[in-house]
């Protein structure tokens, strides 16, 4: 298939050819990466037609190694760098038509960004690289974003970060922290941030009218679905605003 899924799981005749697992067994393999992952999000997956398990005659899903790693890749470019279902299923089709030479391996299994760049950590459309449950104390944010206790006080004072009962942090404050040192090397204060958090509430408002329906549902795959759509939500957004923000200095820049 590719250089990183052959590393993680046979090719798809491989696949075929050893014992097929049950939609229980795939799940079991992948939370030990992916703990949130529920049947129902495998199941949602499959009617967005990431993923074709065989069916037995009963009707029940089996699922080889090669669906597994085409799960990998789709739940990783979700948690990695939110990108939208769109992006992932274009990916994946492009590299299914990849032609593969003898001595010539298709490339790597490497989610990219809607306009063909890698996503990373400092830009595009990454997201925490951890899970959405993970957590730090205050102390670890400290250390790992290299803000003060002071900076943190005040960020948490304009309502840039907050914290969870008794005093925990997510991942997305780690980010948040992170980018709040990286624009004070350039002389901006947490007090010139104020307009980040107002407009990224008035987004918040937009966008909940949105997703509310879908989320109030008991249906976990209504559930799964708004899940999606807020990703997807985020990602459009980040672009955006990034495109403005471009326009709008090219002037500056004299381009």
């Given amino acids: 298939m590719n250089e990183r899924a052959a590393a993680a799981a046979p090719t798809a005749a491989a696949g075929r050819a050893q014992p097929l697992m049950s939609i229980g067994e795939v799940l079991a393999q992948l939370r030990v990466e992916f703990p949130d992952t529920t049947i129902s999000k495998l199941r949602f997956l499959e009617a967005e037609g990431l ?12 699922y080889s190694w ?11 470019a979700q948690r990695d760098q939110y990108l939208p279902l769109r992006v992932i299923r274009e990916q994946l089709a492009g590299l299914e038509h990849e032609p593969e030479s003898p001595g010539r391996q298709r490339p790597a299994l490497v989610a990219v960004g809607p306009a063909g760049e890698v996503p990373g950590r400092d830009g595009g459309l990454a997201g925490p690289v951890e899970s959405a449950d993970s957590r730090v104390n205050r102390a670890d944010l400290v250390a790992r974003t290299g803000i003060d206790d002071v900076t943190l006080t005040e960020l948490e004072r304009l309502g840039l970060i907050v914290s969870r ?3 925990w942090y997510d991942l997305d404050a780690v980010v948040i922290a992170q980018a709040v040192a990286g624009l004070a090397a350039y002389g901006l204060e947490p007090r010139h941030l104020r307009a980040f958090r107002t407009a990224a509430d008035r987004e918040v408002g937009l966008f909940e009218q949105l997703i509310a329906p879908l989320a109030r549902q008991n249906d976990p795959a209504a559930r799964a679905r708004a899940a999606e759509v807020a990703r997807e939500l985020v990602g459009l957004s980040q672009q955006l605003h990034a495109a403005l923000v471009r326009v709008g200095l090219r002037s500056v820049l004299g381009r």
């Avoid at 398990?53 to 899903?61: L, N, S």
């Fill in 51 to 62: 993923v074709e398990p065989q069916r037995t005659p009963a009707g029940y899903r089996k």
């Fill in 66 to 76: 090669e669906d597994v790693a085409r799960l990998r890749f789709v739940l990783t």
């Fill in 165 to 167: 009962p008794p005093g």
